[in-house]
């Protein structure tokens, strides 16, 4: 896989706006940030600028409101992130992974059923 470049928290922010929505001007993506809390028109600017230059977002300027989108898929940009975390917060474990989350997180019947049925489909494709 090619390398992405890291978003930082803001960035993946909103990267999730803009996998969420697509395309959007730089009030759009501001105007659903500030649902959560506040943020500054010029800082979302600024950081979406940044996305641009390093490649995280498109920016279209063919007309006088800027359009961005992202550049980078969500399921590779999560991919990314896991792998990373994975390496350096669990040694490269996956199973102490799974077992802190589940440790940690109350997981409902059909969240264990989907855990269930793809380690069924791993075990299946190994065993092939």
Same mark, same amino acid.
């Given at each position: 896989?090619?390398?992405?470049?890291?978003?930082?928290?803001?960035?993946? =922010?909103?990267?999730?706006?803009?996998?969420?929505?697509?395309?959007?001007?730089?009030? $759009?993506?501001?105007?659903?940030?500030? *649902?959560?809390? $506040?943020?500054?028109?010029?800082?979302?600017?600024?950081?979406?600028?940044?996305?641009?230059?390093?490649?995280?977002?498109?920016?279209?300027?063919?007309?006088?409101?800027?359009?961005? +989108?992202?550049?980078?898929?969500?399921?590779?940009? *999560?991919? *990314?992130?896991?792998?990373?975390?994975?390496?350096?917060?669990?040694?490269?474990?996956?199973?102490?992974?799974?077992?802190?989350?589940?440790?940690?997180? +109350?997981?409902?019947? =059909? $969240?264990? =059923?989907?855990?269930?049925?793809?380690?069924?489909?791993?075990?299946? =494709? *190994?065993?092939?």
């Amino acid at each position: 896989m090619k390398k992405l470049p890291k978003p930082t928290e803001a960035e993946l =922010e909103i990267l999730q706006v803009l996998w969420s929505k697509g395309p959007s001007s730089v009030r $759009e993506i501001n105007d659903i940030l500030n *649902q959560k809390r $506040e943020v500054g028109y010029t800082t979302t600017l600024k950081i979406m600028q940044i996305m641009a230059d390093k490649g995280l977002a498109n920016r279209d300027t063919s007309t006088r409101t800027h359009i961005y +989108e992202a550049a980078v898929s969500e399921g590779d940009t *999560q991919k *990314q992130l896991l792998n990373r975390f994975l390496q350096t917060a669990f040694k490269g474990s996956a199973s102490k992974l799974i077992m802190q989350a589940l440790g940690n997180h +109350e997981a409902s019947s =059909e $969240e264990l =059923e989907k855990i269930k049925a793809l380690i069924k489909k791993i075990e299946d =494709e *190994q065993s092939k």
